[in-house]
């Protein structure tokens, strides 16, 4: 595999990304929490995308695969800026964003940034406002004293980390607070039922959040978190597809 593009941020700091230009909106691919662009599910979906000529931008946040910084400088914040500075620099027209678990929340983050450009949504066991259901008050008491959370990572040798600073920005861009989320668009969820990471229900409770009357939530009985079997792979595909043919 050839390696990656990289563009520099304001600061200097170089992210890296793959971008094919084709026809149509382009997808972007935005990965999970301590994942990247060379996922499954996202080499899938670019495999596809080159094979019918659809284009197609993947990239990874600071700190994460191949791009530089360090990954516990990164927040909710600062992933959703990095995705906006490359597409904002690397694409033009309309735009479908793909996010997977974490991903999920920040393309509803660069969707509400971006609502001129970003046309459609399709989401993977989205995860938003996780920094709110996924803590206890144990886990808030320990970020507050020690600033992070080391946690043993069932997709990762490396321990599942969490700082504090990631936890205010996540607690500061919450979602699903009762108030309408703006966007318009065709939305897809794809969430499995035995997802022991991201419950469900926030599946559904984001479908009723969204003003959007085009949305659909799918709930797989027998799916995990990841949704990375080939059938699940062959959905994911077929939706994206969908939605693009409304574009």
């Known amino acids: 595999m050839n390696d990656p593009d990289f563009l520099a941020r304001p600061d ?27 996922g ?13 000529g659809r284009a197609m931008l993947r990239l990874d946040y600071a700190g994460c ?20 500075h490359l ?3 690397l ?4 735009l479908l964003l793909v996010g997977s678990s974490m991903g ?24 938003p406002d996780f920094t709110e259901w996924g803590f ?4 808030r008491e320990k970020l507050a004293r020690d600033g992070r959370i080391e946690e043993i990572s069932e997709y990762s040798d490396e321990p599942y980390v969490t700082t504090r600073a990631f936890w205010e920005s996540g607690q500061a861009n919450r979602l699903l607070t009762g108030e309408e989320i703006g966007f318009d ?36 009985k027998d799916g995990d978190h990841r949704l990375s079997r080939g059938e699940d792979i062959a959905r994911l595909i077929w939706t994206v597809d969908e939605i693009l043919e409304r574009l």
């Open 12 to 38: 200097g700091l170089k992210l890296a990304y793959r971008h094919r230009k084709g026809w149509g909106p382009t997808i972007v691919f935005l990965p999970g929490y301590m994942s990247d662009m060379e």
């Open 104 to 127: 999920g929340w920040l393309m509803l983050l660069v969707a509400l940034a971006r609502p001129d450009r970003v046309k459609g949504l399709v989401g993977i066991a989205a995860a």
């Open 87 to 89: 597409i904002d620099h």
């Open 185 to 220: 668009g065709p939305v897809r969820l794809l969430h499995g039922q035995q997802d022991d990471d991201v419950p469900w229900p926030i599946a559904v409770k984001l479908a009723a959040a969204l003003r959007s009357a085009d949305v659909h939530t799918l709930l797989i």
């Open 40 to 52: 499954g599910k996202a080499t899938a979906l670019d495999a596809w995308a080159e094979e019918i």
């Open 136 to 139: 206890d008050a144990e886990d």
């Open 91 to 94: 694409t033009d027209g309309p």
């Open 65 to 84: 695969g191949a791009s530089e910084g360090r990954f516990a400088d990164g927040t909710l914040a600062s992933w959703r800026d990095d995705v906006l």
